[in-house]
Each structure stands twice: as structure tokens, then as C-alpha cells.
């Protein structure tokens, strides 16, 4: 099992590394954006951005996830995948055409649709493009990570996301093309990915296979309204921002504002949620095809259990460093002229809790979904997402004209938490297993308490706050004593051998 838990976790650096390196790398842009590009202009590229996320879930329709079940099959029956990545390839090539080409033809009732005037439609035809090579990288991509070549995947990301960054800068400082350069960088950025993913075609064939196609749609068509749905949970606060009305944003926060400011400011600050949606999709990218290649183990719920705990906890751990130090960073004067953010988005920060706390029940969910997969039971995860969405949704609805950014915030927690227990419900079903709630729970409310004592007794300076994230530390070793011990002395026999 040891060695199993050392190959999972030898992908989640290779995988985490390149993730964390092209987010990095996009996080240059953020100042850039914030600095150079107003809060109207930011609040019109988070929105889109945020649809164009929810629109990817269409131009994939789940052929992602079950081009890795088919193909994970096919090569351990067959020891080849060429017939299945040909049938998805090339069906994603047709269908991501037509639906890209509808957007262009539409793009200003799109534009309307979504809370935008009709002058915006140019970034909507914009979007359509980046949409349609994304959706030509989904197996590619996909299959490189079934067959491990996790230094070829990482390449192809990071150079597509230097490439963004490169020219977002050359266009935006260089040439003065304001909100259209972080576009058209984007569109650059897909474009060199796709080249760097090309020797993956070297399999592809002439061949299209139509059960081969049925069979994966079955596998993949329940991920679209659960990619959808999940994808609410954490993007439907943005189009419910931009739809409230100017008086609510006067009384909440002055005069000044407009919907697409209040969406700008909220969509830069909650971006700084990064530290806890890289770690997620790291895990994420690794764990996907780990449980499908060891689903048969006999420790395999053995093994689970020990990925949750320890998922969960390091997830815990840097949610509360980044409630307690993330503000800082923002707000720190760089060489005495220079912010992360400037201080207009400030008034934002209040959210940044919540989000962490969001990402929480997101890393507990993403592990159940290993019982979902394994047992094939797909049709349970659009009561699972939909649940999220439907709470997510309607909390927004209560809240945001009464609380603004901090009501959306207070709905995507509310959203994840019943995503979560729903999921677990269900998944529990399907493949019992013994996880450690007790434990897990316990640490989780001890970090909620510690994350409330700097406001509390106003001992707010840097130190306490380090103190309270090391007490908190200890708190994980001392509930975990077990497996805590056992880690020490697999490390001590490592190190003395």
C-alpha cells in the first residue's frame, strides 16, 4: 500500500508542480489586470470567464472522464486505446465546431443573455475560440494522463500559460489593447498547448466506432449536469452580482458603483482562493486515475481512507493560513508603490474565509467521487451537484441583495456543504467505507475556533497568528496520534537507512 500511496503521490508532485507553476505564472496577470484595466472592464472578463467555465462542461459533455474508464479498460484487455481516442477525438472536433460557430452567430443576444450590453459581443465571439480549442485539448490531455506521461502533460500546460502571460503583457502594456489582449492572449496560450500535445495524435486513426461512442456517452453524458451544476456552486454568484439592482449596491456600498465593478472586485479577490483550487485540482488530476487502477486492490478502502484524511487535513491547514495571512499579502505596499490589488478591491477581502472554508467540503467531495466511479453508479452524481447548485442558488438569490459579495460567498459554502453530504450519501451507498468523521470533524470545528480568536480578543498581529497555526498543527498531530507516529518512524528508518 506504501507504495502505492508513494506513485500517487509522486504524480500529484509531477501534476502539482506544473499547476501550481502555470497558475503561478497566470497570477502575474492578476496585478496586471487589476492595475491596467478598470473594475468595469475586470468585472466584464470575470463574468465571461466564468460562463465560459460552465460552457466548457457542454463542449465536453464528460468525454474527459469516460475516455479515461474506456480507454483505463482497453488498455489492460487490449494493451491499446488508438479506437477509443479516434471516436472521442473526432467527435469533439464536429460538435465543439458547431457549437462554437452557433456562439459566434449569436454573440450579441449571448451577450444581453448574460447580463452584458450588446457592444460586449466582440469578447463573446473571443470566447467562442477558446472555447472550441479547449474542447480539441480534452483528450489529448486526458490520455496523456492515463498513461502517466505526467512530464509531457505539464510541459504542454505550462507553455501554453507562459505563452498567455507573455503576450497578455506584450498586448496589454505593449500595444494598449486593454480587456481585448487578455483575450486574444488566451487564445495563443490554447494554441501552443495544442501543439505541444501533438505526438498524442501519433495513435490516432481514420476510425470512428459508434458503440464505441455509446458507450462512452453513457459513461459521460450524467458529468454534464453534474459538471454544470458543480460548477454553479461556485460560479452563479457573478451572474447573480451583475443582475442586482444599483440601489441595493448604493446602500451596500456607496455611490460609484456599478454591478460590473462589484463582479470585477469580487471575481479578483475570490481568484486568490488559488491556494486551496490548486491543491484540489492537483489532487484531482493524480486521483482520478489512481483509484481506477486500484479499484480491485484488496486494501483498497484501506487506502482511501488514509488519501481522505490526509487530503482533508492538509486542505483544512491551508485554509486557515490563508484566512489568516492571504489579506496581508494583499494589502502589503511592494517597494512602497505597488499592490497585489489595488485598494478599491479591498473592501472584498471579508469573502476570502469563506471561500476557504467552500474548498474544504470540495477536496471531501472530490475523494467520495472514487466509489461514484468504480461502481459505475454516474446517475447519482446530478442529484449530488444539482442539490449544490439548487442551495447555492437559492441562498445568492436571499443574500446578495441584502450582504453583496459576502452573501455570494456565504452561498457558495452553503452549496458545498450540501454538495458534500449528498455525495457522501450517496457514495457511502454504493461502496461502503469506514472514514474517520469523528477525527475529521473535530479538527475541522478546532480550526473554525482558531480562525475566530485573533478577531475576538483582538490579538491580531502577525505572531499570534502564527502561534494559532502551529497550536493548530499540533492539534492534527495529537488527534492523529497514530498515524502520526507511524509517519515519524517510516521516516526515522528512511533516513537511518
Keep these: 500500500m506504501l507504495d502505492k500511496l508513494r506513485l500517487l503521490a509522486k504524480d500529484t508532485v509531477i501534476y502539482g508542480t506544473s499547476t501550481i507553476l502555470a497558475r503561478g505564472l497566470n497570477y502575474v496577470l492578476v496585478p496586471l489586470y487589476a492595475n491596467l484595466l478598470t473594475t468595469f472592464e475586470n468585472g466584464i472578463q470575470a463574468l465571461i470567464y466564468a460562463n465560459i467555465a460552465l460552457a466548457n462542461v457542454l463542449f465536453a459533455y464528460g468525454m474527459e472522464t469516460s475516455y479515461l474508464k474506456s480507454a483505463s479498460e482497453a488498455l489492460r484487455q487490449e494493451g491499446g486505446s488508438s479506437r477509443y481516442f479516434s471516436t472521442a477525438f473526432l467527435t469533439l472536433l464536429l460538435s465543439s465546431t458547431l457549437f462554437a460557430a452557433a456562439i459566434v452567430l449569436f454573440a450579441p443576444w449571448i451577450a444581453v443573455a448574460i447580463g452584458l450590453g450588446p457592444g460586449e459581443s466582440e469578447f463573446i465571439r473571443y470566447a467562442a475560440v477558446i472555447l472550441w480549442l479547449d474542447a480539441l485539448l480534452v483528450v489529448p490531455f486526458a490520455d496523456l494522463r492515463l498513461k502517466r506521461h505526467a512530464i509531457r502533460f505539464a510541459t504542454a500546460r505550462v507553455t501554453g500559460v507562459i505563452t498567455v502571460v507573455i503576450c497578455a503583457w506584450g498586448l496589454i502594456v505593449g500595444f494598449e489593447t486593454g480587456l481585448k489582449g487578455a483575450f486574444l492572449a488566451n487564445i495563443a496560450g490554447s494554441l501552443v498547448s495544442f501543439l505541444f500535445v501533438l505526438p498524442v495524435f501519433s495513435q490516432f486513426r481514420a476510425f470512428f466506432s459508434a458503440s464505441m ?91 482511501f481512507r488514509h488519501v481522505l484524511s490526509l487530503s482533508t487535513l492538509f486542505t483544512m491547514l491551508v485554509a486557515l493560513c490563508g484566512t489568516f495571512f492571504v489579506p496581508d499579502i494583499v494589502r502589503y505596499h511592494y517597494g512602497g508603490s505597488f499592490y497585489l490589488l489595488p485598494p478599491v478591491y479591498w473592501m472584498g477581502l471579508s469573502i476570502l474565509p469563506w471561500i476557504f472554508c467552500s474548498y474544504i467540503f470540495d477536496m471531501i467531495s472530490t475523494n467520495l467521487t472514487a466509489g461514484i466511479l468504480i461502481t459505475g453508479s454516474t446517475r447519482y452524481l446530478p ?115
Design 383 to 497: 442529484l449530488v451537484t444539482f442539490a449544490g447548485a439548487g442551495t447555492t442558488t437559492a441562498v445568492c438569490l436571499s443574500l446578495v441583495p441584502s450582504m453583496g459579495m459576502d452573501g455570494a460567498a456565504v452561498a457558495i459554502l452553503a452549496g458545498t456543504v450540501v454538495m458534500c453530504g449528498v455525495m457522501a450519501f450517496f457514495a457511502l451507498k454504493v461502496y461502503p467505507n469506514r472514514y474517520e468523521w469523528g477525527r475529521l470533524l473535530l479538527l475541522f470545528l478546532i480550526g473554525i475556533c482558531c480562525a475566530f480568536v485573533p478577531s475576538l480578543t483582538g490579538f491580531s498581529g502577525l505572531w499570534p497568528r502564527i502561534v494559532l497555526v502551529a497550536c493548530y498543527m499540533g492539534g492534527i498531530v495529537a488527534v492523529f496520534r497514530h498515524e502520526a507516529g507511524y509517519a515519524v518512524r517510516l521516516i526515522v528508518r528512511k533516513v537511518g537507512g
Design 213 to 303: 461512442l455509446k458507450e462512452m456517452l453513457r459513461i459521460g453524458l450524467p458529468y454534464v449536469p453534474t459538471g454544470i451544476a458543480g460548477l454553479l456552486i461556485h460560479l452563479i454568484d457573478r451572474n447573480i452580482l451583475i443582475r442586482v439592482p444599483q440601489e441595493s449596491l448604493e446602500a451596500l456600498y456607496g455611490n460609484g458603483y456599478t454591478p460590473s465593478d462589484i463582479v470585477g472586485i469580487y471575481g479578483r479577490v475570490a481568484a486568490f482562493g488559488i491556494l486551496l483550487q490548486l491543491f484540489i485540482q492537483v489532487f484531482r488530476f493524480a486521483w482520478q486515475p489512481f483509484f481506477l487502477q486500484h479499484a480491485d486492490d484488496p486494501e483498497a478502502k484501506t487506502l
